[in-house]
């Protein structure tokens, strides 16, 4: 791709990506409008609270719910542009104190279960590369299982496993490498598992294609063909699926924080939807949903570096989340 | 090629794409053992969930204290819980709230998909440039979300309940059925065939009832079936975090819920509910798969 | 005789899934200083021998022979290595050289064209670095690519369809093979870019290297080769010298081939003879006006019946369609050629109404299409039908030849009741037997379903038929019974016909006029 096309691209999808940013923050306001009953009671603790009625009042004018929808909406845009989040009702700090606090150890975990996922899937696509049918029969059985696993349960199993009957790591992470390994291994399985099964689609595609052919007809060896050619055939749809990982790997993060007792932004969401804490929630999802449109746009960049073929073919075939 | 008596174009041989092309034409391709073995486990699953009395040994919310943290053995070959009901009758009667939830979810988000992805896709010319935009933005929007981290923002505003997990669930599939049907859609109306019926005259009603329809909704058996798998975890996930049924019901996630305090002293009480998860999960991707074979083979 | 370069004898291939032989017992040899082309039609088995004297056999084939010699890296004649033996690395590229035939997808999307053209080199150890830039520049340049510096820095998917094919020529032969097999080398290129890669050929051949030139063509491979095989059903018919086979064929399929070839053939003259029993006298075909008896000639005083004036199409920056005029008047026969980019799709929509120009006049029997209304327009576009390249991409998905001609018959405003016996007429007069109809038109052949395409644009007894390539796709005998058709329907009925196609042998046999569109200007041919 010429320079100037690429830049062309980058431009038009960073256009695209505030684009969808803002109708992210649009859908979100629309699903506030739906909470039943009264927002300044839930500000105060929902129903139970028995809040009196000036008390109710202040938190309406405290929290602008006494404006029409349409000013609070742009209120809501405009606070958003300026990285105001509100205020959690349960911790009454702001919300994006509340995210900064959690983000660090989320991240560790995404991305350290990001990393083994790749390498799991790796792994799996070469040893089963080019062997018999029977041999690839097995990794592709092994690649389903993986991606169906809930990790939630595969969560339970690794604790029974590796810490209660082994004790080899322990069964609650409070930090450190040792409380890493098993939270990140349930999250990256599944991933794996999803990760491994369009890589290798890739590559039975590319071993296949007549480029292979052509390739052996200029004295390529069978090693040559594999590293050269149909490698990387099947890591290009792998990398258009990583925002997609990141976003199951932040969706997994939430049950994994819990059962592992771990601190981050997935236990603070489960907490904050549990206490019907209703800014941090919202926080937490446009946070997260920012994330995913930032690597998106990033890994999508990126791609047009080594792939300039069109991009609509690949990104459909991504599983949702 | 020998000369068929009869037909006039003998002699122009068939290109040797078009013989197998005619092959595949005219044979039904054979659905493999391990897809048979996805549908019987998709059937039996579905029995279950139509008439658990049927293969459920005990009744699901019989209390037994004194059987309480049972190991399987024959006489509860799932073992007991933390009150002594059988895991078994408890999993099969669990297959109707999940499964149902995964259906409904997955027809709810399926519907709302074709209509966002007809929209998007259909949409062509300078008069429906709004349609098309609002529709494009916001299957893009709602892939933006992690899929479960949208749901809980939906329970969060509606509440946790039956309800609540059907439509989150729903919301968070739709984007998925919607990509590809935007995608098939536009597809189909660049095709040479829609051309060909645009030339000969026809008008927008029947080219996207004969045509556009039909092809844009070829793949839809196929994800809707993938989408059950999907959408089974992703209520189970809630169940888990005690956002789905309350307690006492059966339903799979709230079972390993209930289960996660015993994972030492009774790990069948999180095995076997999660492993109906994970044998949903594979049954309807093996079978999604055959239908995507059987699709192309025709 | 000079040295043997590659030598099989009694060559067997089978397929697993087929009884009958895909190549049974053929014997081909190539000696240094020669080129030998093999001409066939697709499924003759011509590409299978090339790939066997290469050990590139898909992995299902199961190929047998009594003998199969091949030079080694050494230059010398040796038993052939085994099929999937490292050995082969050694000659292929090196001291043998493959053109493949899939143009379109036999360079990797992924990689640079430099490093894929230079690739010969890095694995034989010929040159590196800047020394092999430079050869692969110069490659290039002998294939025929304009501005090699600027394409070696791009990825095969940005190069057009003859760019690849070039780029291809050019990572075969680069480091300089004695054996140099060429399958279907010139396919996605004009004339000239054709002569300019068949002359490399050929110099490479008077320089010592033995050619193998695998073709459907049997006019070029006259022109190029030294000897040629005709093959035909998995076996070779024919082997001569150039000037024997032109002048005294022995086998009637070889007779075929040469007649059927469009090239040099006037105008109106029948190509092949008719078949016995299937195309006899015009039947009388209900209900449709057609003009019997000769054709009306092009006239001055009847409005044409297309007729494009100053025609301008842009996409964003890029100027399609800059001024185009053209006019088909009745019973004429206009021929379009043009490549690939050209603007000949552009121009066929614009005629069709499907694309609306930014400015200029499209005149349908002298109406301005833009100022009718839309019940004129409708009208208007009854007048005109469209044949396109890829028929089966056409027909609605699964649909049979019948259920085709009878949805076209029902857009036309045939009663219900006629639509059965008229979709038969309409078979009968295209020269398709009536029980194929009811198959579906994925088992048609590529000849019969291009003439259920033709049946179809019938149906509503046009005044002009558009044509977009439609013989491209054909073997030489199909294409030339399908141009024999329509010359047929164009006498009986006297439709008029605008003919587009980049092959100018096919449009100089079938065309009044020849026009020639580049860059978006119609020029006189």
Known sequence: MTGRAWTHRAARRFGGALAVLFTVATLAFIALQFIPGDPAEAALGGPGSQASAAALEAARVEFGLDRPVLVQYFDFLWRLVRGDLGVSYAQRIPVTQVIANAVGPTFVLAGTALLMAWLLALISVVVASGRSRGARAVASAIDLTAAAMPNFWLASLLVLLFASVLGWFPAVSTGGFDGLVLPALALAIPTAGFIAQVCRAGVDGARQAPFIESARSRGETELGLRLRHVLRHGIVPGLNMTAWSLGSLLSGAAVIEVIFARAGLGRTLVTAVLGRDVPVVLGVVLFSALAYIVVALVTDIAIARVDPRTEAKLAEAVPHA | ?298 | MNRILARVENLTVRFPTSSAPAVDGVSVTVHAGECVALVGESGSGKTLTARALLGLLPASAVAEFDRLDVVDERGELEPAPAARSRDWTRIRGARAGLVPQDALGALDPLRRVEHEVGDALRLHRVASGRARRQLVAAALTAAGVPEPERRMRQRADELSGGLKQRALVASALIAGPELIVADEPTTALDAGHRGRVLAELRRRVDGGAGALLITHDLASALGTADRVLVMRHGRIIEAGRPDRVLRDPEHPFTRELLTASPAGRPRGARLLPAEPGTRGEAPAHQGSPATEGPVERASTTVAPRLALESVAVSFGAHRVLDGVDLAVAPGETVGLVGESGSGKTTLLRVALGLHRPDAGTVRVDGVDRSAASTRERRELRRRIAFVPQDPLDSFPRGATGGEVLRDALRAAGAPRAARGTRAQALAHEVGLAAQLLERPATSLSGGQRQRIAIARALARDPELLLLDEPVSALDVTVQARVLDLLDELQRRRGTAYLLVSHDLEVIRHMSDRVLRLEAGVVSAG
Not at chain 2, 24 to 35: C, D, K, L, Q, S
Not at chain 2, 80 to 97: F, I, K, N, Q
Not at chain 2, 108 to 124: D, E, K, Q, T
Not at chain 2, 155 to 180: C, D, K, L, N, Q
């Open chain 2, 1 to 298: 090629m020998r000369r068929a008596s009869g037909a006039g174009d003998a002699r122009e041989a068939a290109t040797p794409g078009a013989a197998t092309r005619a092959r595949a034409g005219t044979v039904r391709r054979r659905f493999a053992a391990t897809e048979w073995i996805a549908f019987a486990v998709l059937g039996v699953l579905a029995l279950c969930a139509a008439l658990p009395a049927l293969l459920a040994p005990y009744a699901p919310l019989a209390v037994n204290p004194a059987e309480a943290f049972s190991a399987p053995s024959w006489a509860h070959p799932f073992g007991t819980d933390d009150s002594g009901r059988d895991v078994l009758s408890r999993v099969v009667y669990g297959a109707r709230d999940s499964l149902t939830i995964g259906v409904v979810a997955t027809l709810l988000g399926l519907a709302s998909g074709i209509v966002l992805g007809a929209l998007a896709g259909g949409s062509r010319g300078l008069a429906l440039a709004p349609v098309r935009v609002v529709a494009d933005r916001t299957i893009e929007a709602l892939f933006a979300f992690p899929g479960l981290l949208l749901a809980l923002l939906l329970i969060t505003v509606w509440g946790p309940s039956v309800g609540s997990v059907i439509v989150a669930v729903a919301v968070s599939t739709a984007p998925g059925f919607a990509r590809m049907v935007r995608g098939g859609v536009r597809q189909a109306l660049g095709s040479g065939a829609v051309e060909a019926a645009r030339l000969q005259g026809d008008r927008l009603p029947r080219l996207w009832s004969t045509l556009v329809l039909p092809e844009a909704m070829r793949p839809v058996l196929v994800l809707a079936t993938l989408g059950v798998g999907h959408a089974v975890v992703l209520a189970a996930a809630l169940g888990f975090l005690g956002l789905g049924s309350p307690p006492p019901a059966p339903e799979w996630g709230s079972m390993l819920n209930a289960g996660r305090p015993y994972l030492t002293k009774a790990w069948w009480m999180t095995f076997f509910p999660g492993a109906m998860i994970l044998l949903v999960g594979i049954a309807t991707t093996v079978a999604g798969r055959a239908f995507e074979d059987g699709r192309r083979f025709r």
